[in-house]
């Protein structure tokens, strides 16, 4: 259902350069996936080990800083929340996820309250809402829920997430069906984004650094070609050179994340590849677009 992004975004990951130790990170460097200054939330931490998930039995309903850190040499993993929609088993969703080609009708109207990504040894946060309910922790990509599988955990009564205060935010994103809504002027250095779900499907933000100025037509035949199977044209920038820089896992509509990012001046493309129930990817339906961070 999901592997198109985690096959882009661990593009060049092989081989990165060092990263900064002051200022902006140069381009190229790998992306930091964790808040320069972490909020003041309850803190859920869930771990990827050789063994599979790691997460509490239980945790307490609010709004929460999540931590995951990939304890494995896997160069990019993520750790998904979903709610457990009633009357479908564990086994039901683990293998719905490890065989995405035949998603069932209940999987697109399952609560997705978002996630985190992480490099393989490192960690990555995002502000996550979690009301009380039965959820799993497992991955959007199909070869990692073969092997470390989905672990259950339970949210218990506790604050009610639209009671808190919200995090501030230097950038607000919006994502409809199907387009990715961004503001004007989007500077560089650390900041926080605030992604909001308002569409009736469910939906991720694939994030990358192009190499060079891309249009949002040069993005559609690349996506084009990828999808047939073809060399992406010699007239746009090269994918293989794309630079990955951050991915929100799947939201729900109506639901609402919190990330980091360190953003460079450059050339940034951002997308969501989660198909229709007809398998059309939503970024070929328009969700997809570009913008530059100036310098």
Known sequence: M???VVALFGLALGSPAAIAQDGTPPAGAPPNLTFAEPPDYPELTIMLTSEGYQVPAEVEAGRLLLTFENQTDMEFADAQLMAVP???SLDEIKEVLANPDAAP????????????????????????DLTPGEYVVTSTDPSLTEVAGLQPFTVVEGEDPAAADAPPADVTVTMIDFAI?????ISAGPQVWEVTHEGDHPHFRSMMQSPEPITDEQIQAIL???????????????PEEF??????????????????????????VVACFVP???GDPHAMLGMVTSFEVAA
Do not use: C, H, K, R
């Open 2 to 4: 999901f592997a198109l």
């Open 86 to 88: 009633e009357g479908i």
């Open 105 to 128: 009708a209940w999987l697109y109207d399952a609560v997705f309250p978002g996630g985190a990504p992480a490099l393989a040894g490192g960690t990555g946060q995002a502000i996550v």
């Open 181 to 185: 809504e961004l503001p004007q002027g």
């Open 224 to 238: 084009s070609a990828e999808m047939a199977g073809e060399a992406p044209p010699a007239d746009g920038p090269n």
């Open 243 to 268: 630079m990955p820089v951050s991915y929100v896992p799947v939201l729900s509509t109506g639901e609402t994340t919190w990330i980091p990012l360190d953003l460079s001046p450059g050339y940034y």
């Open 276 to 278: 229709t129930q007809t």
